[in-house]
């Protein structure tokens, strides 16, 4: 049961374009959603988050909209650099006795110079 | 300030033998996570311990698999048995567990059984 799902594997973005990172979730009681970038070696750094009673989210470059109706959100990169190649992750908290964060599968981003 | 550390970076083992993975939590973190991922794979919950409560085991895929926390501090995950399928990275991470708060990961051990 994937409760958070990135359906795009890989993405490829020329440097200063936009990059658009898709997420999709089933569970309608997530109140909370982040997203975290992943190097190679290192564990996964935290980089933006959004309320669900948000449906945008903004810091620097780094913007995170939520859909709430279509359960989706995207985090946009705008201008995109090649600093920002990394693998995403979304993930959203499910209060379950416990704080129990869901993780989706990753989207690798490589920026193009 | 320091970071969530783990040890060893990577470990080669051989099938059968048993490994313990450690972590070290950001000081002051009562939340401290086990996560692996495998190739290819998302993140996939293991366990995680909160203050002095009962871990949240629910993310074990079998019973070699087990973790300590002592003293609130740092825990241990240990794999019994080793077999091929648990060759992944192991991720710790830990939090405030403040409603929502992010979790902080250290660069996770590298397992690889033979």
């Known amino acids: 049961d994937q409760q958070v799902k990135q359906n795009s594997p890989s993405l490829s973005v020329q440097e200063g374009r936009i990059s658009i990172l898709n997420c999709d979730y089933t569970n309608s009681m997530f109140d909370y959603f982040l997203w975290y970038k992943k190097y190679p070696a290192e564990g996964p750094t935290f980089l933006i988050s959004i309320s669900s009673i948000k449906d945008k989210n903004e810091d620097g470059r780094f913007t995170v909209f939520l859909n709430k109706s279509a359960k989706h959100l995207s985090l946009h990169i705008v201008p995109s650099q090649p600093g920002d190649s990394a693998v995403y992750f979304c993930?959203?908290?499910?209060?379950?006795?416990?704080?129990?964060?869901?993780f989706g599968t990753g989207t690798r981003l490589k920026v193009l110079a | 300030g320091a970071g969530v550390s783990q040890s060893p970076s990577n470990k080669v083992t051989e099938k059968g033998k048993d490994v313990e993975l450690r972590c070290d939590p950001i000081?002051?973190?009562?939340?401290l996570y086990w996560y692996r991922q495998s190739l290819g794979q998302g993140l996939e919950f293991l366990i995680y311990?909160?203050?002095?409560?009962?871990?949240?085991k629910s993310g074990l895929p079998s019973d070699r698999f087990s973790a300590e926390r002592t003293g609130g501090s740092v825990s241990t995950l240990t794999i019994q048995r080793t077999q091929q399928e648990d060759s992944a990275v192991y991720l710790c991470?830990?939090?405030?567990?403040?409603?929502?708060?992010?979790?902080?990961f250290g660069n996770g051990t590298r397992l690889t059984v033979t």
């Open positions: 311990f909160q203050g002095n409560s009962a871990p949240d």
């Open positions: 993930a959203a908290p499910v209060l379950s006795g416990t704080y129990k964060y869901i």
């Open positions: 000081s002051g973190h009562t939340a």
């Open positions: 991470a830990s939090s405030t567990q403040r409603g929502g708060s992010p979790l902080h």
